[in-house]
């Protein structure tokens, strides 16, 4: 299966905060037969909110998410244009495009965000 995590999936996982994560998700997340991705959007929404102190994670994230054995998914022209049909469920600009994503990619999600559920994004 191939799975994208929303932002906080990875920082719970990074943080080691697996308590956070449901049984069914950690158990998705740790079987070696699944590829799972987080989007290059999810780094940088992580880089900007380190750098005005909104939030803490230390280390490098590239190697973080090597160590974790996550591959990067990188924004593409695809899921851009796709941002411009998405309907206005979620103003998050972030997650709109982590959304779009999924979608153009043809990727399951794994988040807790209830707004997500309301896109044609395969939920998991």
């Given at each position: 299966?191939n799975i994208l995590i929303d932002t ?117």
């Amino acid at each position: 299966m191939n799975i994208l995590i929303d932002t906080h999936i990875f920082l719970y996982l990074a943080n080691g905060d697996l308590n956070k994560l449901k049984p069914k998700h950690l158990q998705i997340l740790e079987d070696i037969n699944n590829k799972i991705y987080l989007s290059s959007i999810s780094i940088a929404e992580i880089s900007i909110k380190v750098s005005i102190n909104k939030l803490k994670f230390e280390g490098n994230i590239l190697r973080v998410l090597d160590d974790m054995d996550i591959e990067v998914l990188e924004f593409d022209a695809k899921s851009a244009i796709l941002l411009k049909d998405l309907p206005y469920y979620h103003k998050e600009p972030f997650d709109r495009m982590i959304i779009s994503q999924a979608i153009a990619n043809k990727l399951k999600i794994i988040t807790y965000d209830e707004k997500f559920k309301f896109y044609d994004c395969q939920i998991i």
